[in-house]
């Protein structure tokens, strides 16, 4: 019977060298890491960069790592981070472009689109009613900023604890509650008529 290495026992040899035991560290995070960038960039491609710039990063810098905070809430703010910095670079892409991504026949299709898809035998008048409000929920999301939407996500896609969005914000737990609430007022604003 096998034991299963915590994050801590696998981030020490990891830091002595092993390759093994990050690759460990990768394959139990990196879904989770994609989901909560894919959130904030709506590009797959990007998602997949900043992803494997993310685990790139955490491996130069995992001798570093003091452990003061899990490793998932460190490999989190690099990513976090990261995401940001890209979302800065490409400030002035237009949402259209942003959200669209190539599916596995090689389509353009969009990202909240394959989301929930609806049942085919569903109410077409609700179908496009979700489709709508999907659109919406999008583009008011991306009209949030960077700082913004990383809370928004953390929060609600990956569940983090204020504690933890803390940590990967490098913010205090006031400034994510400030952040979290300015983005769900502007976010129901922004979807009145849906709520």
């Known amino acids: ?36 960038v894919m959130g904030m960039l709506h590009d797959r491609e990007a998602a997949l960069e900043v992803t494997q710039e993310t685990f790139i990063k955490a491996f130069r810098s995992i001798g570093r790592f003091k452990g003061d905070a899990s490793f998932y809430t460190w490999v989190y703010r690099i ?20 959200t669209r991504v190539s599916g596995s026949d090689g389509q353009a299709e969009d990202l909240l689109d394959r989301i929930g898809d609806e049942d085919p035998r569903g109410d077409p008048f609700e179908a496009t009613k979700d489709a709508e ?26 569940g983090l604890s204020y504690e933890e969005i803390s940590r990967v914000m490098q913010c205090s737990k006031g400034t994510v509650m400030s952040r979290l609430h300015y983005a769900r007022k502007k976010l129901q604003a922004r979807l009145q008529e849906f709520v």
């Open 79 to 98: 990513a976090v981070n990261l995401a940001i910095d890209h979302q800065r670079r490409e400030w002035r892409r237009p949402l259209a472009d942003s």
């Open 1 to 36: 019977m096998s034991v299963e290495r915590t994050d801590w026992d696998l981030v020490r040899l990891a830091g002595g060298g092993d390759k093994e035991a990050f690759r460990e560290l990768v394959e139990r995070y990196q879904r989770r890491v994609l989901a909560v």
């Open 133 to 158: 409000l999907r659109t919406r929920v999008r583009a008011a999301i991306d009209e949030l900023t960077p700082d913004h939407k990383a809370v928004i996500l953390l929060r609600e896609l990956e």
